[in-house]
């Protein structure tokens, strides 16, 4: 069960614009071009299949040769490398679908096609375009040169101002920025590691980060430009806690736990068992229940963004409350 998430974001980013209502921006490299990120090149534009599905009869003498090739923006260089092409019949198949004759992977690509009409597709990870190929019967066939309009993003995040987060703690996920009838937006890419380069058409994403398994989560409108790298880190306002049942402060946990955490509203938001289980939760107040033995201890605390701590209940129940309202004192 997710609590309402927290109205604070604040994102950094070295080449990227957020939404100005949801977060400020600041500052951190110098812009990166992002064809210097993109993988290693394969040698040459590799032609993998070709199929013969075709409207006119394919010989020797009407083959026509193609060369196509894609820019990340107008004005730049062709690419060199992490291309997939595939060329299309106009004409469905009995399945609805258009039949797929070549793919090619590389940079430039080079098919030979009889004339007619084709479509014709580039995919630079989840960036893509498409255009309609004509092939005449004669006469010269125009290099096919298609601009992908795209960039990339690398999403990171830390716990408070500055504080790590381990990055098997964090996934991201990304969404269309237009929102549906439904209320819902489109999924574009989902379970994103940090650090890990995603290529997208430019345009501004929604992305929802998860730091945890239970309500700490944080969303941020950003904008991907044409040709760069954008580096966003997340700020999310949680912590990482860890639960211990004890006789004394400081004390050693009882094993054979039973937990709950509760809102300040009574809303529990996460249960396990263990003599100290940790669980990462937005910034907040709570209420941490332990059972051990057919009997229930439990105290009120409050999470700090970036502040991991203990969360200690003590077996005498007065104790916890003195412990809490000390906390309080101290917030």
């Not at 951190?28 to 590799?46: L, N, Y």
């Not at 380069?197 to 501004?204: D, F």
């Not at 940790?278 to 709570?286: D, K, N, P, Q």
Request: proline content about 5%; some cysteine; overall charge negative.
């Amino acid at each position: 069960m997710r609590m309402p998430l927290h109205p604070l974001v604040v994102v950094g980013l070295t080449v990227a614009s957020l939404v100005a209502s949801l977060v400020p921006v600041r500052a951190q490299d110098s812009v990166e071009s992002f064809s210097q990120i993109t993988t290693p090149p394969v040698k040459g534009g590799k032609l993998t299949s070709f199929n013969p599905i075709i409207t006119g009869e394919a010989t020797q003498k009407n083959l026509r040769d193609i060369t196509c090739e894609a820019l990340l923006t107008k004005d730049g260089s062709p690419m060199q490398h992490g291309l997939t092409w595939r060329v299309f019949s106009p004409i469905p198949g009995s399945d609805g679908k258009l039949p797929l004759l070549a793919t090619s992977e590389g940079g430039t690509a080079a098919f030979q096609l009889v004339p007619g009409e084709y479509f014709v597709n580039v995919a630079f990870g989840r960036a893509g375009a498409t255009k309609k190929l004509v092939v005449p019967d004669s006469g010269d066939v125009d290099k096919q040169v298609m601009v992908l309009d795209a960039g990339g993003i690398m999403l990171n995040a830390v716990s408070g101002s500055d504080v790590r987060i381990p990055p098997k703690e964090l996934s991201f996920a990304i969404y269309a920025a237009e929102i549906r009838e439904d209320g819902e937006r489109n999924l574009v890419v989902d379970d994103v590691k940090p650090n890990s380069v995603v290529r997208l058409n430019a345009g501004t994403y929604h992305v929802v980060s998860d730091y945890g398994t239970v309500n700490a989560v944080i969303r941020a409108d950003i904008q991907v430009e044409a040709g760069k790298l954008t580096r966003a880190t997340i700020q999310h306002r949680a912590a990482k806690l860890t639960l211990k049942l004890v006789s004394e402060a400081g004390g050693e946990a009882i094993a054979d736990t039973a937990w709950s955490i509760l809102t300040s509203s009574g809303d529990t938001v996460s249960e396990s068992v263990g003599a100290f289980p940790t669980v990462v939760l937005a910034e907040g107040s709570y209420i941490a229940v332990a059972r051990n033995k057919n009997k229930i201890y439990q105290r009120d605390f409050t999470v700090q963004a970036g502040v991991n701590t203990d969360v200690e209940v003590l077996l005498d129940e007065k104790a916890n409350d003195q412990k809490a309202a000390a906390e309080d004192v101290v917030d």
